[in-house]
């Protein structure tokens, strides 16, 4: 067991070790400039700087609470609504169609309308992170819902048990797998929409400071502020998958479905 968890923290460091070192000798030898590609010290220090200096932690909590507030919100719409189409036919066939459809619209295209509408401070990504989580959640949760199984759902009637009952005692446990499914997917999601506002028009978070970079030609900073993200998003996602294992513990599926 301990050989196996260790062997876990080792084989990602090794590969990682080589990449650091492929990509620093690359740069050596094929003399590539710095305002193309910089080496891996100097993006540890801009790490350095934006970290323990503390350049960037204003901007890392602005993305991080765009990130939350707006997985939250599309998240908690889309639970909510896959709960009604799933229990309410006449719902299912008016709405499930039209959230298709809106899926189809892609949400960069609504980025400049969301800024008109909601301005360029927090409200404006919080809406466009719940726009992109929302479709896969629901998807997943309605997914869930109708898998759950018929016999014991009748089992439940014959013996007296309300919608309510049914709802809570046997579909939300049948579907809570395909749910965190969806969750899993949402996440990674929210993330690429909190960074996309930031790219479109804001004046705080981890993509607007890439962009100033860009225009500084201060690639470093840009290759910090992604591995910044990568963090940000690993932690997320190791975050949902704990919350997976407490919650739904006896599903004991390793692999997550992707139902988008």
């Given at each position: 067991m301990?050989?196996?968890?260790?062997?876990?923290?080792l084989?990602?460091l090794?590969?990682?070790?080589?990449f650091?070192?492929?990509?620093?000798?690359?740069?050596i030898y094929?003399?590539?400039?710095?305002?193309?590609?910089?080496t891996?010290w100097?993006?540890?220090?801009s790490?350095k700087?934006?970290?323990?200096?503390?350049?960037?932690?204003p901007?890392?909590?602005?993305?991080?609470?765009?990130?939350?507030?707006?997985y939250?919100?599309?998240?908690?719409?889309?639970?909510?609504?896959?709960?009604?189409?799933?229990?309410?036919?006449?719902?299912?066939?008016?709405?499930?169609p039209?959230v298709?459809?809106?899926?189809?619209?892609?949400?960069?295209?609504?980025?400049?309308?969301?800024?008109?509408?909601?301005?360029?401070?927090l409200?404006?990504?919080v809406v466009?992170v719940?726009?992109?989580?929302?479709f896969p959640?629901?998807?997943n949760?309605?997914?869930?819902?109708?898998?759950?199984?018929?016999?014991?759902?009748?089992?439940?009637?014959?013996?007296?048990?309300?919608r309510?009952?049914?709802l809570?005692?046997?579909?939300?446990?049948?579907?809570l797998s395909?749910?965190?499914a969806?969750?899993e997917i949402?996440?990674?999601?929210?993330?690429?929409?909190?960074?996309?506002?930031?790219?479109?028009?804001?004046?705080?978070g981890?993509g607007?400071?890439?962009?100033a970079?860009?225009?500084?030609?201060n690639?470093?900073?840009?290759?910090a502020?992604?591995?910044?993200?990568?963090?940000i998003?690993?932690?997320?996602?190791?975050?949902?998958?704990?919350?997976r294992?407490?919650?739904?513990?006896?599903?004991h599926?390793?692999?997550?479905?992707?139902?988008?």
């Amino acid at each position: 067991m301990r050989e196996n968890a260790l062997r876990n923290i080792l084989l990602p460091l090794g590969v990682t070790a080589l990449f650091i070192a492929a990509w620093h000798y690359s740069i050596i030898y094929f003399k590539v400039p710095n305002y193309l590609v910089p080496t891996p010290w100097a993006v540890l220090l801009s790490l350095k700087q934006g970290l323990i200096g503390g350049v960037l932690w204003p901007d890392i909590w602005a993305t991080t609470s765009a990130l939350v507030l707006g997985y939250v919100a599309g998240c908690s719409m889309a639970l909510v609504l896959a709960t009604l189409v799933s229990e309410f036919q006449l719902l299912n066939r008016a709405i499930y169609p039209l959230v298709v459809a809106f899926q189809s619209v892609p949400k960069v295209a609504l980025a400049p309308l969301i800024i008109v509408w909601f301005g360029f401070e927090l409200q404006s990504k919080v809406v466009m992170v719940a726009l992109i989580c929302f479709f896969p959640c629901f998807v997943n949760a309605v997914v869930g819902f109708r898998s759950c199984n018929p016999n014991l759902i009748d089992l439940y009637r014959a013996f007296g048990a309300s919608r309510m009952q049914i709802l809570f005692s046997v579909k939300w446990p049948s579907a809570l797998s395909t749910i965190f499914a969806g969750l899993e997917i949402s996440i990674v999601l929210a993330l690429l929409g909190a960074v996309v506002a930031e790219l479109v028009a804001s004046r705080r978070g981890l993509g607007h400071v890439i962009e100033a970079s860009t225009v500084d030609f201060n690639v470093a900073m840009i290759f910090a502020c992604v591995i910044v993200l990568a963090a940000i998003g690993v932690i997320s996602t190791q975050l949902i998958m704990w919350l997976r294992r407490r919650i739904a513990f006896w599903d004991h599926q390793t692999t997550t479905t992707i139902v988008t």
